[in-house]
């Protein structure tokens, strides 16, 4: 857990110090890091349901918007996008305990950390697509 909230540390004392975020750095921070973690979740349910359990077990049975491609989005945003969303709330933001996370004195890395977290996230999937194409064709 004490990474997740150096992550969040410099990550919102990077966006708060930005005069353009001015008013809108929680939504940014909210949104970036938890498009990250569902990208994360993604590669987890990935690996478990192709190389661990060989089955096909976190998806929806149903359609929520049948024949459109709002269906897509909205069973990402359930599956994956949702519980990220709902978990930074309850850790980070109900409360304000941002405020407490940004003064406990974490080290301020510039938003290194959270940027590489945040591209690391967003590259991990696409490198490991790669890689299980190049060893498939074997």
Same mark, same amino acid.
């Not at 519980?83 to 890395?109: A, T």
């Given at each position: 857990?004490?990474?997740?909230?150096?992550?969040? =540390?410099?990550?919102? #004392?990077?966006?708060? /110090? &930005?005069?353009?975020? /001015?008013? #809108?750095?929680?939504? $940014? =921070?909210?949104?970036?890091?938890?498009? =990250?973690?569902?990208?994360?979740?993604? *590669?987890?349910?990935?690996?478990?349901?192709?190389?661990?359990?060989?089955?096909?077990?976190? $998806?929806?049975? +149903?359609? *929520? +918007?049948?024949?459109?491609?709002?269906?897509?989005?909205? !069973?990402? +945003?359930?599956?994956?996008? #949702?519980?990220?969303?709902?978990?930074? $709330?309850?850790?980070?933001?109900?409360?304000?305990?941002?405020? !407490?996370?940004? &003064?406990?004195? $974490? !080290?301020?890395?510039?938003? !290194?950390?959270? =940027?590489?977290?945040? *591209?690391? /996230? #967003?590259?991990?999937?696409?490198?490991?697509?790669?890689?299980?194409?190049?060893?498939?064709?074997?």
């Amino acid at each position: 857990m004490s990474l997740y909230y150096k992550i969040w =540390a410099d990550g919102l #004392l990077k966006l708060r /110090s &930005r005069p353009q975020n /001015s008013g #809108l750095w929680k939504f $940014y =921070a909210m949104i970036y890091m938890s498009m =990250a973690m569902a990208f994360n979740i993604i *590669v987890i349910m990935v690996i478990l349901q192709r190389h661990v359990l060989h089955t096909n077990f976190y $998806y929806l049975k +149903f359609d *929520v +918007f049948p024949g459109t491609k709002l269906d897509a989005f909205a !069973k990402f +945003f359930i599956l994956f996008l #949702l519980p990220p969303l709902f978990l930074n $709330y309850m850790l980070i933001f109900r409360g304000e305990r941002y405020e !407490k996370i940004i &003064r406990s004195g $974490y !080290k301020y890395y510039n938003g !290194k950390l959270f =940027a590489g977290y945040f *591209v690391t /996230s #967003l590259v991990l999937p696409f490198f490991l697509l790669f890689v299980e194409f190049i060893f498939s064709r074997n």
